[in-house]
């Protein structure tokens, strides 16, 4: 099983619909599922420490949404780069060697705590470029996506 | 002015939605517009010498949007990458010292004719991962968007 652990909802119906469409497409390949945990509440105008809390707490609530037994992909931004390819090669062999059920976790807008990342079995970088992490959940799906074609040997676009 | 020359239509509804959402977004920092050239048919089938037809037909309808005093950006898989500070200081340069037009190219799924490789005053690497060609027209917007608040010492998000 592939599972996403996000933080926040997805606001624009738009973006939620075209995440919905990935979903779909997915279901022959994999059981794939998304959990959302609630964002904290994180002004502009917080203080270092008063971010830091509110990654503490979102970090608790990704925690709780993740069983010993499965193999956490962080998506860090000084994470390991991969082609598609690469990701693809790296989840046929987490799932044949290490365990089949992956969890990729996309935190919120100021990161994630220090017990998430002491958590995560691999971390990966989709792009030196920052991009909103309510759209990084597509692109994360696009890429499973295209990882369970490259695996399967069937075309894909580009 | 920034212009996005892509191939192809945008098929998924949910997708021109995202993406007429950043366009409106980028209305009060920059001019931007997209201009749409038609794809040519690329069956799987395809030897590789029809697929560089393909990729020349494209090409010079490409270049056929391009004026010569515009400062063109090529998203090509083996470009510079740059993070989203790099990309805003790019845009930024390339606009007081270069040319007030920058124009980002993202070519078809097979990729862009010689002719287009030659034309450009600089290849992009948006990340090693191949995406969906359609779904890199929204990530592009998103980037340039945020290179303005970037510019403007505006907060924006992740």
Not at 6 to 15: D, R, S, T, Y
Request: proline share 2%.
């Amino acid at each position: 099983m592939i599972k996403l652990v996000c933080v926040g909802k997805i606001k624009e119906k738009a973006l939620q619909s075209l995440i919905d469409e990935y979903l779909k497409r997915l279901q022959p390949y994999s059981k794939v599922i998304i959990v959302e945990v609630d964002d904290a509440i994180a002004p502009q105008s917080n203080s270092e420490a008063q971010n830091e809390q509110v990654r503490n707490l979102e970090g608790s609530k990704i925690l709780a949404q993740i069983k010993d037994n499965e193999y956490v992909i962080l998506l860090d931004l000084k994470g390991q780069m991969w082609d598609s390819i690469e990701l693809s090669n790296q989840i046929s062999e987490i799932q044949t060697y290490k365990s089949s059920d992956i969890t990729f976790v996309i935190g919120g807008s100021l990161g994630v705590s220090k017990a998430v990342f002491a958590r995560a079995n691999a971390k990966w970088q989709l792009s030196k470029l920052t991009f909103l992490h309510q759209m990084v959940r597509l692109m994360v799906l696009e890429q499973i996506y295209r990882s369970y074609k490259i695996m399967r040997n069937e075309p894909y676009h580009k």
